[in-house]
């Protein structure tokens, strides 16, 4: 018990803060109440009573937003590899070759479909 101690207490810690956060924000917050605060809002679009095209959002927002996880998932698989890249030896090369490759093929086909031309 004593090898978890530090984690208990850590977790204690950081559920007392969570907790005194959280009442001292419903405490001392502001309470000004209007429609624009409770108003929808996504991705840079103002929401209209009628919407505009059927009420479909352009789909850039959203390959531009799947090609930042795709790269910072890419990112998070090279640093391990790179830091022991010694101890793997040449399979584990062959292997992110293969990695980078299939992400640049998805990457070309976006840009060649324009999807990262904006308008």
Not at 30 to 51: D, F, I, L, M, W
Not at 52 to 62: A, C, E, I, N, S
């Amino acid at each position: 018990m004593n090898l978890y101690a530090p984690l208990v207490g850590l977790l204690a810690l950081s559920g007392g803060f969570m907790a005194i956060a959280i009442m001292l924000s419903a405490v001392i917050g502001p309470r000004r109440h209007n429609k624009a605060k409770y108003s929808a809002y996504e991705c840079g679009v103002e929401s209209t009573p009628q919407p505009v095209g059927g009420g479909r959002l352009p789909v850039k927002y959203y390959i531009t937003a799947m090609l930042f996880i795709i790269f910072d998932i890419e990112i998070v698989f090279l640093y391990p590899w790179a830091v022991s890249f010694n101890q793997m030896g040449i399979f584990a090369l062959v292997e992110m070759i293969l990695f980078i490759v299939t992400v640049l093929v998805a990457y070309v086909y976006v840009v060649r479909r324009g999807g990262l031309t904006w308008e």
